[in-house]
T-cell receptor, first 112, second 114 residues
Framework: GENVEQHPSTLSVQEGDSAVIKCTYS??????FPWYKQELGKGPQLIID?????GEKKDQRIAVTLNKTAKHFSLHITETQPEDSAVYFC???????????FGTGTKLQVIP | DTEVTQTPKHLVMGMTNKKSLKCEQH?????MYWYKQKAKKPPELMFV???????INESVPSRFSPECPNSSLLNLHLHALQPEDSALYLC?????????????FGPGTRLTVL
């Protein structure tokens, strides 16, 4: 089955700096890669996703990149703010298949 | 309405109790999910319902019994749980097969088994 590795497990950045979280996946059939943000005491919220026919996607301060050949995908947050502090999970899935495989999570702390 | 609601928010139960968790969505999604999440871990899939039929059971112990009464509701019946079952239980919903699996999560029920 699919295996998703995520690094780093914790990340501290100064407010205004950029943060990068990296994931690798094992199943070349995976073609959908969502990113979830989970704040303390809440459920995961989808913040951005990317499909395998696209190499990069941006939404304001958040961008995701996908390298299908290397089976890598990354989340980039620019101009970080304290409210970006949360646990971030990457995930991989196959279109039409209901199971999503999550990475192990990255706890991001933005220091004011 | 793009919200998945879950009740109760918190639940404390003894090992001999029977309780139920409830999940509701009104986004017209026909796939609904139960996940278990332990502290500092990713969500772990338990069950998937598609068109009100159980499509995936990730070898979950029978003390957890899911039910999907209609396309908007999902229940998880709990009986004779163990302390190690204490966790955050998350419900999610998505469009069904044939689409990309954009799952929307509820806030979860924090379960403590004494």
């Amino acid at each position: 089955g699919e295996n998703v590795e995520q690094h780093p497990s914790t990340l501290s950045v100064q407010e205004g700096d950029s943060a990068v979280i990296k994931c690798t996946y094992s199943d070349s059939a995976s073609n959908y890669f969502p990113w979830y943000k989970q704040e303390l005491g809440k459920g995961p919220q989808l913040i951005i996703d990317i499909r395998s026919n696209v190499g990069e996607k941006k939404d304001q301060r958040i961008a995701v990149t996908l390298n299908k050949t290397a089976k890598h995908f990354s989340l980039h947050i620019t101009e970080t703010q304290p409210e970006d502090s949360a646990v971030y999970f990457c995930a991989a899935s196959i279109m039409g298949y209901q199971k999503v495989t999550f990475g192990t999570g990255t706890k991001l702390q933005v220091i004011p | 309405d793009t919200e998945v609601t879950q009740t109760p928010k918190h639940l404390v139960m003894g090992m001999t109790n029977k309780k139920s968790l409830k999940c509701e969505q009104h986004m017209g999604h026909r796939a609904m999910y139960w996940y278990k999440q332990k502290a500092k871990k990713p969500p772990e899939l338990m069950f998937v319902y598609s068109y009100e039929k159980l499509s995936i059971n990730e070898s979950v112990p029978s003390r957890f019994s899911p039910e999907c009464p209609n396309s908007s509701l999902l229940n998880l019946h709990l009986h004779a749980l163990q302390p190690e079952d204490s966790a955050l239980y998350l419900c999610a919903s998505s469009q069904t097969s044939g689409t990309y699996n954009e799952q929307f999560f509820g806030p979860g029920t924090r379960l403590t088994v004494l």
